[in-house]
């Protein structure tokens, strides 16, 4: 047996087999089973990482590379049938399958492990100390082989040399270097240089065989070295150090038993011979397979009899073939049988020639296997790198869906302008706090519900780029302002809330709540300007008796909606509230049906010219006729008609009433001068688009003339979005109706505003009016009105006369009209219909023409009496 056999092939087998099982289940995989399916992919990644699959692909080049040339060199050996060694042999190879895996892991290699197998970089510690017990291995067999070589040069064993060694050596060496034949799918190597080498040590004796296989290993190792075979050094060694070795104890062993073997050979005892060449045999196989198997033992850290079992036992099988066969070959040598000699060379070129056919088969049948193997290598390489950039999409994927699921999440609970918790957050966190209120018995948090002050107008008059910038502004102010443990929100437009918890007292609420008032209305910078805001606050207190989140937000509502409309910088709810806001909003359910039911009346109160004490026309004021209540005044539903938009459909019902009621007076009572009538619009018209198409339309379906409706509004409607009114003024002014600024002084308006208004007249307020005789400051007001109403072209209406002095007052001021409780109250058709009959109703006001002085008679002197 050649000593190299088997050195590595526990290794190889090993490596081979993982990279069948991997193969294995890849082919397996179910893509629907999409858990194992990853963590198959993840297995074969880190394969792929360590370089494992690279290295089995260089594995199997090698093992290929070598089993193709092995192929040509076998060796044609006779006698196989021998003692039932050939038919062993026979039931070896077909009791085996036929895989590739078989077969591949059947050969032997001689090249080191580490050449195609990457150990993981934790070991190389052990590794170190595997090289180091390896090391004191060959030191330990250095000696012994040095002794059985120096015993060989000391017995002189060149003096047998003759023509017929040379050629025995010439033929051992070819034997070894290209007659040899591994059998396919087992561990048995058919060669003829075993079988030589007992020859030699049967003919020429042991210390010239000796020298013979040290000429064989090296002949062999160069063979495998010019083929491409990559041999460690120590390899190379083992094999050196044990040819003589083994050789050294086979031969003196027999010696031992059967004495001198060339008398044994020549006593032509064919028992004899058969006992000694097993005996040589045996010895031979059992000091190499020994050597083998401690140093495959010290590389793998298995045990010595594992690999002698698992690698070697075949071996045993072709050394005690090798024996019989050099029996064989010498008794035909040494008895000159030609026919024996012939029948022997034909029957192994037979044998021969029928193995080199079957192994060429096999061949063949490996290549195809391998190349169909490869295939499906470079298929799962391939599929294994689809896998992965799978996984890598399908992680993305997955961090993906978890950044969008956190985006949502973010959305669905904060405001996207400022960054604020919304409303659902807000009441989630106020059902936390309910209900751990509720666990504790007290309730120590307030909510606080915020309105900034005159949004609406800084956004439209400025743009609602400054307005979503200062509510920005205010959302950071809010943060900055509560606590870690507090929360500020925005609910919408310009709606903030607050939740403040762990309140000691409730004053602690509305001292907040001052601080927040004082800190929003510090100016804010936007657009190189500064933009002024103010808050109304409205406070309600957690208790027990809110069962709901949505019960506690209602009531902080309806306080702020009471700052709001009471002009305070913060209200905190009390039940009074509640019951007026049910009240309230009962009175804005009935005030939708009531114009549904056209529920509305409206009363009239007569505009006179004040040079003339005549009727000039009228002042629509409207009443609410209830089912149940009676007449409703208009200050409890115009406020709340303003705030549900409700104003707007009411505006169009009364001036329709309107237009068509002074139309039938028109025609009932001709005058020079048509009468006219005034009817209020609130501010809550500018936004409404169609406001100039309603007032088209109501003209046009009462026939009212454009000139005689005069539209009244108020210097606060009119400003809080200037440019928006100039604009719609305009487009009403274009159908001819006149326009009138109401209440003239109370509000605020700019000068600068007030001359590109397209308005027509100026009422001055009653306040203003009824205060003329109580001081002189007031008639210096009401005169400077007048004369800016004449410097800009205007008529002036003077509301709230009452008195004959304020009529003769406001006549020398040159005021062209007035109305007030002095002329007439509001009253309803029926009245205003007897006031139309009578033309001549107020000319007493008027001053008489003074009476002319008659001429003196001509008077007698008087006398007096005697």
């Known amino acids: 047996m050649s000593p190299s056999c088997g050195i590595e092939i526990e290794t190889g087998e090993r490596v081979i087999g993982a990279f069948d099982a991997v193969s294995g289940c890849v082919a397996k995989i179910s893509p629907e089973n999409k858990i194992v399916y990853i963590q198959v992919i993840d297995h074969l990644a880190k394969l792929r990482k360590s370089r494992f699959l690279h290295s089995i692909h260089r594995r199997r080049s090698s093992c290929d590379k070598f089993f193709a040339g092995s192929t040509k060199h076998a060796a044609a050996h006779i006698f196989l049938l021998i003692s039932g060694i050939f038919s062993y042999i026979l039931f070896k190879t077909s009791s085996h399958s036929a895989s590739l895996s078989d077969l591949r892991s059947s050969l032997h290699f001689f090249v080191d492990p580490s050449k195609f197998v990457h150990f993981p970089a934790s070991f190389p510690p052990q590794m170190e100390q595997q090289d180091k017990l390896i090391n004191i291995y060959l030191a330990s067999l250095i000696p012994i082989s040095a002794i059985a070589i120096g015993w060989a040069l000391q017995n002189d064993p060149l003096r047998n040399l003759d023509g017929g060694f040379i050629a025995l050596g010439l033929l051992t060496i070819f034997s070894a270097c290209w007659l040899r034949i591994q059998l396919p799918r087992t561990n048995v190597h058919l060669t003829l240089s075993d079988a030589l080498t007992i020859l030699s040590m049967l003919l020429y004796g042991g210390s010239i065989t000796i020298l013979l296989a040290l000429a064989e290993v090296a002949a062999g190792a160069i063979n495998l070295r010019l083929r491409g075979t990559e041999l460690r050094w120590k390899t190379m060694a083992i094999n050196v150090l044990a040819a003589p070795i083994g050789v050294f104890a086979a031969y003196h062993t027999a010696i031992f038993l059967f004495g001198p073997l060339d008398q044994v050979v020549a006593r032509n005892d064919f028992t004899s011979l058969i006992w000694l060449l097993l005996t040589i045999t045996i010895t031979l196989f059992a000091i190499n397979s020994a050597i083998v198997s401690i140093f495959a033992a010290i590389k793998t850290k298995k045990s010595i009899w594992f690999h002698w079992k698992a690698n070697l036992l075949d071996a045993a099988v072709m050394n005690v073939l090798g024996g019989l066969m050099a029996g064989v070959i010498l008794k035909a040598v040494t008895q000159l049988n030609l026919y024996i000699v012939a029948a022997t060379v034909g029957f192994f070129g037979v044998i021969f020639l029928t193995f080199r056919h079957f192994v060429s088969d096999a061949r063949r049948s490996a290549e195809i296997a391998h190349r169909e193997q490869q295939e499906r290598y470079e298929l799962a390489e391939k599929h294994v790198v689809e896998l992965e950039h799978y996984v890598a999409e399908l992680e993305k994927t997955a961090d993906a869906l978890q950044k969008s699921h956190e985006k949502f999440r973010h959305a669905a609970y904060h405001d996207a302008l400022t960054g604020l918790p919304n409303r659902n957050f807000f009441i989630e966190r106020l059902k936390e706090l309910l209900l751990e209120g509720a666990e504790a018995g007290e309730f120590k948090f307030a909510i606080l519900l915020i309105d900034l002050y005159r949004f609406k107008t800084i956004n439209e008059s400025l743009g609602h780029s400054v307005g979503d910038r200062l509510i920005t502004n205010v959302g950071v102010r809010l943060s900055e302002m509560v606590r870690e443990s507090d929360m500020a929100a925005r609910f919408s437009g310009d709606k903030f809330g607050i939740i403040l918890t762990d309140l000691l007292e409730k004053e602690e609420a509305a001292a907040f709540a001052n601080r927040l008032s004082a800190r929003i209305s510090e100016p804010y910078m936007l657009d190189d300007r500064q933009v002024f805001t103010d808050v109304r606050v409205g406070i309600a207190f957690g208790n027990s008796k809110y069962a709901e989140a949505e019960d506690l937000l209602r009531d902080a509502d309806i306080a702020m909606y009471y700052a709001k409309d009471s002009n305070e910088k913060h209200v905190i709810f009390d ?15 009935d005030l939708r049906y009531a114009i549904e039911r056209h529920e509305f009346e409206l009363h009239y109160q007569p505009i006179v010219a004040l040079e003339t004490a005549r009727l000039v026309g009228f002042e629509a004021l409207v009443r609410w006729n209830h089912p149940q209540r009676g007449l409703v005044p208009p200050n409890e539903f115009i406020p709340i008609s303003e705030s549900t938009g409700l104003i707007i459909p009411m ?46 339309n109501v003209l046009a379906i009462s026939g009212f003339e454009p000139s005689s409706l005069k539209l009244e509004l108020t210097e606060s409607a009119i400003m809080e979005n200037a440019e928006r009114a100039i604009q719609m003024l305009t487009q009403i002014k274009e159908i001819g109706v006149q326009l009138s600024i109401d209440d003239f ?71 062209e009209y007035g109305q007030g409780y002095l002329f007439s109250k509001p009253q309803s058709v029926a009245d205003i219909e007897a006031l139309l009959a009578d033309e001549g109703h107020w000319q007493h006001f008027l001053p008489q023409a003074p009476r002319p002085v008659p001429a003196a008679a001509n008077i007698s002197p008087l006398r007096l009496a005697n």
């Open 575 to 589: 039940q009074k509230m509640h019951v007026r806001a049910v009240t309230r909003l009962q009175l804005e359910t």
């Open 651 to 696: 505006t169009v019902q009364i001036l329709e009433s309107a237009c068509k009621q002074v139309k039938e007076w028109q025609l009932r009572y001709p005058s020079a001068v048509p009468l006219s009538i005034a009817v209020n619009i609130s501010g809550k018209h500018f936004a409404d688009p169609g406001l100039v198409s309603q007032i088209k």
């Open 745 to 815: 002084g109370t509000g605020y308006s700019s000068l600068s505003y007030l001359h590109r208004f397209p308005i027509d007249l100026l009422k001055v307020d009653r306040s203003f009016v009824s205060a003329m005789e109580e001081n002189s400051e007031n008639g210096e007001i009401v005169r400077t009105v007048i004369a800016l109403a004449k410097a800009l072209r205007l008529n002036v209406v003077a509301e709230g006369i009452e008195s004959i002095h304020q009529f003769h007052q406001l006549r020398i001021l040159k005021c």
